[in-house]
């Protein structure tokens, strides 16, 4: 299929920029997840990628091919967007057939185009339904059947599933990602929920505010999160970030004092910072477990609320930290762990489990590789 390669890219409209240099490689067959809060540029990058929208600066490689000033058409691309107006008096056929019928591709190719896009999305005995008769997930998969047919080289989704239920936004997940492998395609995905991107991606691009926060496999953003952005954003629930002060760090370690977690040493590499000086530690809820008496140190949270979700139970509620009296704190514990809301419980955390970030949000080092 193709790569895509986007080698310094900026816009503006008028005198708002809002992609500031973005850089990407993306190889062959990836699928890659644009993901950022609303409004970072997601939909500006697919568009400037699609040729919807020119770029102010910078070009755009597929397959080694300089299209930045080609025609949307002569790019071999193919955008499936977030609302996916079908055309309702048409049938499912003549739907997925459209852009066959307007490229004039002759009666019996665009019949077996039609009929292996329906049968890679499960539509062949929808066929000759209009679109009114049936579910959400279905007209989406007409909508990407539409996208199928014309073989593109690049597929891109503009938050194609934001429309339909939770429950369906799953399955949708699983269809996708199997049609990916189905189709062999190179595929970019914009979405702002961090589940798909976490479970769809070969690789994500963090966007924030326009630029590139960081691009890498799914794991290695949950593991080793360049910024405290990228750390809150990737896992679910989000990590928990406690304000703390340089102690002291060697080549090995550095010691910090977070107040009620009390003193703590991390196999992290402090690149900037001296000591006592602010930092800010981050603690991901699932990495927590309830401190037995052979634990050493172990920290105190009050629990507010407890969702149960089966196997696994969450706890908000408030630790006492440098910053304030009462800090917003979120564990993972087990399914049916006992603790009633307005209880104490002791948590422990491995140091070696732990995030720690500069002032300016900027990760320093983890010495310990988990990937
Ligand atoms: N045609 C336009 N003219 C002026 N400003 C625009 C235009 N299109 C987008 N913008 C601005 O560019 C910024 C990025 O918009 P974009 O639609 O790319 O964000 P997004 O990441 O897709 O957000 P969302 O998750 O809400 O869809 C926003 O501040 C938006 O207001
Ligand atoms: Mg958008």
């Not at 190719?109 to 292996?116: A, D, F, G, M």
């Not at 989000?238 to 009390?262: E, H, K, P, R, V």
């Amino acid at each position: 299929m193709a790569t895509v390669a986007l080698q310094n890219i900026s816009k503006s409209f008028d005198d708002t920029q809002v992609l500031n240099n973005i850089n990407l490689s993306i190889e062959d067959r990836e699928f890659i997840v644009f993901v950022g809060p609303s409004g970072c540029g997601k939909t500006t990058l697919l568009r400037i990628i699609a040729g919807l929208e020119e770029a102010s600066e910078g070009q755009i490689i597929i397959d080694g091919e300089d299209v930045s000033s080609a025609h949307p058409v002569d790019r071999g691309i193919s955008m499936v967007f977030q609302s996916y107006a079908l055309y309702p008096h048409l049938s499912v056929f003549e739907n997925i057939a459209f852009p066959l019928r307007v490229a004039k591709v002759p009666e019996a190719e665009l019949n077996q185009r039609v009929e292996h896009a329906a049968n890679i999305l499960q539509l062949t005995n929808r066929l000759q339904h209009k679109p009114g008769q049936l579910s959400g997930g279905q007209r989406q998969r007409v909508a990407i059947g539409r996208s199928i047919v014309r073989n593109p080289k690049v597929f891109l989704f503009d938050e194609p599933l934001s429309n339909l239920d939770a429950a369906l936004r799953g399955d949708m997940r699983v269809e996708l990602a199997s049609l990916h492998q189905d189709l062999n395609a190179t595929m970019i995905y914009v979405t702002h929920d961090q589940v798909e991107a976490m479970t769809m991606a070969d690789k994500i691009v963090v966007l924030n505010a326009g630029s590139v926060e960081q691009f890498g496999s799914p794991m290695e953003l949950y593991h080793h999160p360049r910024t405290k952005f990228v750390a809150s954003f990737i896992g679910q629930p989000n990590m928990n970030f406690i304000a703390a002060t340089l102690t002291a760090s060697d080549d090995t370690s550095c010691s910090i004092d977070a107040d009620d977690l009390g003193a703590l040493t991390l196999p992290v590499a402090p690149v900037e910072g001296s000591h006592g000086d602010p930092v800010c530690l981050g603690i991901r809820p699932e990495d927590l477990s309830l401190a037995t008496d052979g634990d050493a140190g172990g920290f105190i949270m009050k629990v507010k609320v407890l969702e149960r979700l089966g196997g696994i139970a969450i706890a908000y509620g408030s630790i006492k930290s440098q910053a304030s009296d009462s800090q917003s704190f979120k564990a993972v514990l087990p399914g049916d762990v006992q603790v009633a809301p307005g209880e104490e419980i002791r948590l422990h955390v491995e140091p070696s489990k732990c995030h720690l970030f500069s002032d300016q949000g900027i990760a320093m080092r983890r010495l310990k590789a988990e990937v």
